[in-house]
């Protein structure tokens, strides 16, 4: 059985700061989470990677890679890719380019010599660029559930028959494809507790996820909120992210990825709807 040395922890968005205070308002909840979760690994042994995006340099100058530890440990580093411009991205105007973060990711370890054993992702961006990644370079990815599947589901009543309505909302026709094909192709679909688990057995992602990748983590309230484990969960999602990187890389169905996802400038509203509904209705 292989063991994880380095795990990259992937973070499109970039919504946080460095800081020394714990709790700082202006970051992002989901950052301080996967901040506070990696510290908790990093003390079994593990190397820990939070890659993120840089738009912080000036338009016109050259960008640059920035590589820092964080204070209180050189097991943990945060590493800012340059990607998409030099402005601040939404997560809707951050889609076309997921192909470059996974291209900017994969040259930054390609420069080092050294590539991580396992991704981890958490969200419907970061579990595509975990795709991308799989795709192009063959290391398996884990998605972390750190929130429930999506709530509009269960208000619009949808299941794998009538899709008609969610073919009208197309930021959620590509949100829900985004995510079917992270959960296909990760190796591990770890959640938080019992509601998220069950939140992803719904009709629309069904299909696509095996009961052998569920793993529930049952994190108490507090360490959903902090992402500070105590040392019997920090060693349980160990090996829950220990068996992803054992698990064969075998999806469950076969999931082409659409057109607008690896090309920035085809992003089709008509494609987007009819590749919905195709994934849908398949079985």
Request: with cysteine; proline share 5%; charged share 25%.
């Given at each position: ?60 100058a050259a960008p ?29 105007n951050l889609w ?9 990711i994969a040259e ?176």
């Amino acid at each position: 059985m292989k063991n994880i040395k380095r795990l990259a922890v992937l973070y499109p968005q970039n919504k946080f700061k460095q800081s020394k205070t714990e709790n700082n308002e202006n970051q992002d909840k989901s950052m301080v989470f996967l901040e506070n979760l990696s510290k908790s690994l990093i003390k079994y042994d593990l190397k820990i990677d939070l890659i993120t995006r840089d738009h912080s340099f000036q338009s016109g100058a050259a960008p640059k890679k920035f590589v820092s530890n964080y204070p209180d440990s050189l097991r943990l580093r945060q590493i800012k890719l340059p990607f998409a411009g030099d402005n601040y991205l939404t997560e809707k105007n951050l889609w076309p380019h997921l192909k470059e973060y996974a291209a900017a990711i994969a040259e930054f370890y390609d420069e080092e010599g050294e590539f991580p054993d396992l991704f981890l992702t958490y969200s419907a961006a970061a579990g595509l660029a975990g795709v991308l990644l799989r795709e192009k370079l063959a290391i398996s990815f884990c998605f972390l559930a750190l929130t429930p599947a999506d709530n509009k589901l269960a208000e619009l009543e949808l299941n794998n028959k009538n899709c008609q309505q969610i073919s009208q909302n197309s930021k959620l026709a590509k949100k829900i494809i985004a995510k079917r094909l992270a959960l296909n192709y990760s190796s591990q679909v770890i959640s938080l507790n019992k509601e998220q688990l069950n939140s992803y057995q719904h009709e629309c992602y069904q299909d696509v996820i095996k009961n052998n990748k569920l793993f529930n983590l049952q994190l108490t309230p507090p360490e959903i909120t902090s992402g500070n484990l105590t040392d019997s969960k920090a060693k349980l999602l160990i090996t829950a992210l220990t068996d992803g990187l054992n698990h064969p890389l075998n999806p469950t169905v076969n999931l082409s990825i659409p057109d607008y996802y690896l090309l920035p400038d085809s992003d089709n509203e008509h494609q987007l709807k009819e590749t919905f509904r195709t994934l849908l209705l398949k079985k």
